[in-house]
């Protein structure tokens, strides 16, 4: 019993005893105020007891909150996976889950991975057929690994995340971790792979490896697969749909009424969830839900995605929260798993009202509200999950709010973009919520904002961390046009963008495009900023490392010669960044056979590098070594140390 429930099962026995005494004893108007007298510090004793309870015993009252009781915890003996959400309720195809362990064992060895399709319409339990599959067999595997096929970057994002876990992949690229991955399941067995919701064969054909180590299971829509002769899943049979709603509802009575209601909903499984998280949560027998279906203009003709539309209707405005519904509606243009709850939080500012108010101390008895429904699914790492299906008809049903809601996620995700990526967390971190920021900005006529150039921006730093060039230039040229139009073609945020493409094409070995976006973010710099500026004194310094790179030396000097006239006039002799000057200055004319003038700029570095960053700092051991390799070219004898000892200069590394 919560505080609550008790708090007012005492005051109605107060009450009643009460009334009970006035009528019997005829009691007059003063006697009233005195029994009111006395009452009042009772009533304020059992509130402030109430107060009590809720602060030391805070989860009392949430045991009588909704929740979605047919989401279960996945068993304690499955292997290392990844498996989204919760393990929902699932009943029947006993016989599909058999067909597709049998195609799992072949009757003679093959070379190729053991591949087996399930296709069929949205809705029908595909997902929930793959993973009550991983959960039924289990035993038979070492890893179980989810992927979310319906976008390649869902695919890469899987596998470099698999690749996280069961190798070392620091300072790899991210085409170099795929394949290691693809050698990883080609040697070892008793792995098990999803793919689910393929667009097609050739969408995931590149990441399948060639071997019969492992097992791979593709949910898909698409039904013309050509080497694989895919397992057709049908709708749910009556009596099957019948189980179901009798034990996700508990009512195991009125099974004429049930025939009649499953009989105009048909039997899509994602359907019959809806319809009875609804008579669950209201206890609503089959007959009046079937009634209230049918006042709605449900016909038992219509197509499956009028069906949920109208069912999904029927939930919604029995959500008693305007937040719960403010909620799913966000989610509906987001990626439709990994949303994570305390991205809201995060983000609370940025939220509509009255969303931002309830979402800091009540966000989860908003996500309670929604689960309870069916609408969505939560798992025990606060990650939301919400069907596509559902998604399609929110959206559909929010056209004329269309823009807002997109402007209230792109501002829920600019809130949470980072630029340091030196952590295999930080890494999985972007690439999921580049998912959401790709869902969130694929409309077409998006409003251009600086909000959305900086979520284009965030992107094309994270795949350019992630040494994919294509990407990481196709998102800062979406960033720049905006920039440009938006902000400027002179503004520093136009200049910063034209510096990151420079790094990209740097990064490919394309020195021409390179130096042609340096040479934009230059001509901005100088301009607004001024020629003597910090930032003008950095693009001199990247252009001089790209003309070292096309081992032109002299043009490298004369860039490196700006930079540092800059750096000793305005930041500051032992600054960091003139320390970085000297050092560049030294390697060009390392290269140029001048050793003298490079061991004299190394010294200089050094003594910057120690004294403020330390002697362990890399930069700083990094300057002693290309320093020490110089010298040893330069013929002369006793060592660098020795001939900074010969110099006076005093160095501890």
């Keep these: 019993m919560g505080n609550k429930t008790i708090r007012n099962y005492i005051l109605g026995i107060i009450c009643m005893i009460a009334l009970a005494y006035i009528i019997i004893f005829d009691v007059d108007i003063e006697r009233m105020k005195i029994i009111g007298a006395l009452l009042a510090p009772v009533v304020a004793f059992l509130v402030l007891y109430e107060r009590i309870l809720k602060l030391f015993f805070p989860d009392e009252d949430k045991k009588n909150q909704p929740s979605d009781s047919n989401n279960e915890k996945l068993p304690a003996d499955m292997p290392s996976n990844n498996l989204p959400g919760k393990f929902q309720y699932f009943t029947g195809r006993e016989k599909t889950l058999k067909e597709i362990h049998q195609k799992f064992k072949p009757a003679r060895p093959t070379s190729r991975t053991s591949v087996v399709v399930i296709t069929g319409m949205g809705g029908i339990g595909k997902s929930e057929i793959a993973k009550a599959y991983a959960v039924r067999f289990r035993e038979e595997y070492d890893y179980i690994w989810w992927v979310n096929a319906e976008k390649e970057e869902g695919i890469r994002s899987a596998y470099l995340n698999f690749a996280e876990k069961v190798m070392p992949v620091r300072d790899k690229k991210e085409a170099e971790i795929i394949n290691d991955v693809k050698l990883w399941l080609k040697n070892r067995g008793k792995w098990f792979f999803i793919f689910d919701n393929a667009i097609n064969e050739a969408s995931i054909e590149k990441y399948l490896p060639q071997s019969n180590t492992g097992n791979i299971l593709i949910t898909s829509r ?68 079937l009634k209230n279906l049918k006042s709605k203009g449900f016909s038992k003709d219509a197509n499956p995605v009028k069906k949920l539309a109208i069912t999904l209707d029927a939930s919604f405005k029995l959500i008693r929260k305007k937040e719960s519904r403010q909620l799913i509606c966000l989610c509906a243009f987001m990626a439709p798993d990994h949303i994570n709850g305390q991205w809201f939080a995060d983000a609370n500012e940025k939220l509509p009202k009255p969303l931002r108010k309830t979402v800091k101390n009540n966000l989860d008895e908003v996500i309670a509200e929604l689960t309870a429904y069916s609408l969505v699914t939560k798992d025990y790492d606060g990650n939301i999950s919400i069907h596509r299906l559902v998604q399609e008809v929110i959206r559909d049903a929010l056209k004329p709010n269309h823009a807002l809601y997109r402007k209230h996620c ?47 921006s965030f992107l094309g730093r994270g795949y350019y961390e992630l040494a994919d060039y294509k990407l990481a230039l196709e998102y800062y040229g979406k960033a720049l046009a905006i920039d440009e139009k938006v902000s400027g073609k002179e503004h520093p945020d136009t200049a910063t963008t034209c510096n990151n493409m420079a790094l990209v094409y740097d990064a490919q070995g394309d020195y021409p495009r390179a130096l042609e976006y340096y040479g934009k973010d230059l001509a901005i710099s100088e301009k607004v900023l001024g020629k003597e500026h910090p930032d003008t004194a950095t693009v001199y310094n990247n252009m001089a490392n790209v003309y070292y790179s096309q081992g032109n030396y002299p043009r490298a000097l004369e860039y490196h010669e700006q930079a540092k006239a800059i750096r000793e006039k305005v930041s500051d002799k032992e600054h960091p960044d003139t320390a970085t000057t000297y050092n560049n200055m030294a390697l060009v004319y390392d290269k140029q056979g001048d050793y003298p003038r490079a061991l004299d700029l190394f010294a200089k570095a050094l003594a910057i590098r120690e004294k403020v960053l330390g002697v362990e700092h890399p930069y700083t051991k990094g300057t002693y070594d290309d320093a020490e390799d110089t010298f040893a070219k330069s013929g002369k004898s006793g060592g660098f140390g020795a001939w900074l000892d010969s110099k006076g200069i005093k160095m501890r590394v």
Excluded at 222 to 227: A, L, M
Excluded at 242 to 265: M, P
Excluded at 419 to 447: G, N, P, Y
Aim: aromatic share 10%; with cysteine; hydrophobic share 35%.
């Design 410 to 456: 792109i501002l829920i995700l600019n809130e949470l973009v980072y630029w340091e990526f030196h952590t295999a967390d930080l890494r999985e971190r972007f690439r999921t919520l580049a998912t959401h920021i790709r869902a969130v900005t694929e409309d077409k006529i998006i409003e251009n904002t600086e909000e959305l150039a900086n979520l284009y």
């Design 222 to 289: 698409y039904t013309h697969w050509e080497e694989l002769k895919p397992v057709q899943i049908h709708p749910l049979t009556k009596p099957e749909a019948c189980d179901f709603l009798k034990e996700f509802t508990g009512q195991k009575e009125n099974t004429e009424k049930l025939e009649d209601l499953v009989e105009e909903l048909g039997c899509l499984p994602l359907i019959l969830k809806v319809a009875g998280a609804n008579m669950r949560k209201h206890t609503t027998s089959y007959e009046k839900y």
